[in-house]
Structure formats: structure tokens, C-alpha cells
């Protein structure tokens, strides 16, 4: 007999601690898709990596690598694991990824915010928080494409108060991250993730957690076979 999404959970959370269980459970209350951020083909990996620890401590669940001319690498020295907890979209099929990137989280309901000085743009902290947000974050040197430009709905900047012209990318995404945050936890919104989502994370962080995962999986589908033409393991791990 087919087990049940929660029979699943529970049969794999018996390799891991009950204390791993009980954090799965806690932080994943504190995990949104109502904002989210596109790194556009950033080619220092420490500045990508840095990202996703940000946006792992912030509790945004995606991002997104649009790569165009430069694969992301992931430093783990500075990510520190992050990347294990995050959901991250790769695009690179195509010479110029970005059109997919952004028309898909257009199709999702998205609204994209370009991180970029422009005539047209606002402070962060003007932004309204009760819209979904994909924040397009472009290269080091030559900022975002011009196909992310012009197919921004909104313009937005943070702050500066010095000499110098821009924040390093990574010092820009955290401050982002942390105004939209501070201001969505404290808004009436439902930013939560929804049950069906909260199980495939719980899902994915248990299975990365656990030691030789992929021999457990297939110990387990021994067992279920039934589970085999109905249940993709490998998008977990």
C-alpha cells in the first residue's frame, strides 16, 4: 500500500536526531517564498555565497542563479552550509538566461524589483511589503542586463550616505533583506510557507542530514516499490 506524505517524513527523520526533528519544526515556520532573490550571472562566488548565508539567516527559502556567463560556485567557506537549506534555481540552458528566470516568477505571481540606481526608483524602505517580490541583483562590474532593466516593474535602491558610488552586492542583498523581513514579520500577512511545501523541506533538509542517503532511499523503495513511479527521491537530495 502507498504510504503517505507524512509516512514518508517520518520513516526518514528516524535516521536523524530528535533534536534535528524538533529544529526542522521550528525554523521551517519561519521560512518564506513571498520574497525572493535572482543573483544575474555574479562572477566573484564569494559574493553568491555570501548571499545565500543571508538569506538562509533571513528565512527566505529561494534563490535564484541566472547564469549567463558564469557558473556559480559555491564557497563554502563563506556560506557555511547555507546552500544545504536553501532552494536554488539554476538557470543555464540557454546563452541569455534571464527571460526564463524572470518570466517564470512573473508567471508566479512575482513582482520584479530591480536592485539598480535608475530615475525612476524608490528607497527599500518604500516598498510595499504585501506584494511577492523577486529582487534581480546583476554583475559585479556591469549591474543587471538590460533585459532585467526594462522588464522590471519596480526600480529600487538602498540608501548611501558617502563618497563611494554602490554597496558591494552582498552588503546591498543583506540590507534588502533584512528591511523587507523586519517589515513583513511585523505586518498581518500570511508569509508562511504552505503545508505541502513545509513537508518537501522538511523532506529535503532530513534527507541531506542523513548519512548515505541515497543507499537509505533505496533500502526504502525495496520496501515500497509502489513508491518508485510515484515519488522522485532525487529532487530531494
Known sequence: MKQSKEDILTYFQGFISDHKIELFNNLIEERTRHFTFILEDLFHPHNASAILRSSDCFGLQDVHMVENNHQFINEKDISLGSAKWLSINHYNDLD????????????????????????????????????????????????????????????????????????????TAALVMYDITERLRKSDLDWHLLPDEKWKIKLAWTLKTIQSSRD????????????????????FI
Do not use: W
Request: glycine share 4%.
Open 96 to 171: 541569455t538566461n534571464s527571460p526564463t528566470c524572470i518570466d517564470q516568477l512573473k508567471e508566479k505571481g512575482y513582482t520584479i524589483a530591480a536592485l539598480n540606481p535608475h530615475k525612476n526608483d524608490i528607497l527599500i524602505s518604500e516598498l510595499p511589503v504585501d506584494r511577492k517580490t523577486a529582487f534581480v541583483l546583476g554583475a559585479e562590474k556591469n549591474g543587471l542586463s538590460d533585459y532585467s532593466l526594462s522588464n522590471a516593474d519596480i526600480h529600487v535602491k538602498v540608501p548611501m550616505h558617502g563618497f563611494t558610488e554602490s554597496y558591494n552586492v552582498s552588503v
Open 216 to 235: 537509505i532511499i533505496r533500502h526504502y523503495l525495496k520496501m515500497h516499490p509502489e513508491q518508485a513511479s510515484s515519488f522522485d527521491f532525487s529532487k
